[in-house]
């Protein structure tokens, strides 16, 4: 499996080989895990010899779910927080035109800086944005619904 490190520009794309072996390695993974500080891992190269490795139990955890993400078929990217983006990739990130967003940035919602004549968003202020929208989204729909189910539309 190539497990090069990619950007949100770079989705790592797996072959039908790379869910198999993702499938089998999560699995394993997955039976090992516990709720520990730290996992004990051993690994392998080609030539046999074994290295013996230390993990905090939260990057296992992650490598368990890109794992599960391949496992599954999905194209996955790693994502730095701190990386700034251009407004297309925080475009597809918020699934919105270009255009939209620039919107967006221009009425303040969320931060941006210029560079040249371009805009950067850093990941994590679209990510917040993504969770805000998503929470408020929520909020409406709960709403909604209890206003349904008060006037007995049948909604349960």
Request: avoid cysteine; hydrophobic fraction near 40%; glycine fraction near 4%.
């Amino acid at each position: 499996m190539n497990l090069s490190f990619h950007y949100a520009s770079e989705p790592f794309l797996p072959t039908i080989e790379d869910v198999k072996l993702a499938q089998e390695t999560s699995r394993k993974i997955a039976a090992h895990m516990q709720p520990k500080e730290v996992m004990n891992l051993r690994i392998w190269d080609q030539q046999g010899s074994a290295a013996d490795i230390q993990l905090p139990a939260s990057i296992v955890r992650l490598l368990l779910d890109m794992l599960e993400q391949v496992a599954n078929g999905n194209a996955i990217s790693l994502l730095p927080l701190q990386a700034e983006l251009t407004t297309q990739q925080a475009a597809d990130i918020l699934n919105v035109s270009r255009p939209f967003l620039v919107k967006l940035l221009d009425e303040g919602e969320i931060p941006s800086r210029k560079v040249g004549s371009h805009r950067r968003v850093k990941a994590r202020d679209i990510l917040a944005y993504k969770q805000d929208i998503y929470t408020k989204r929520n909020q409406v729909l709960d709403n909604l619904t209890s206003e349904a189910q008060e006037l007995n539309w049948g909604y349960e």
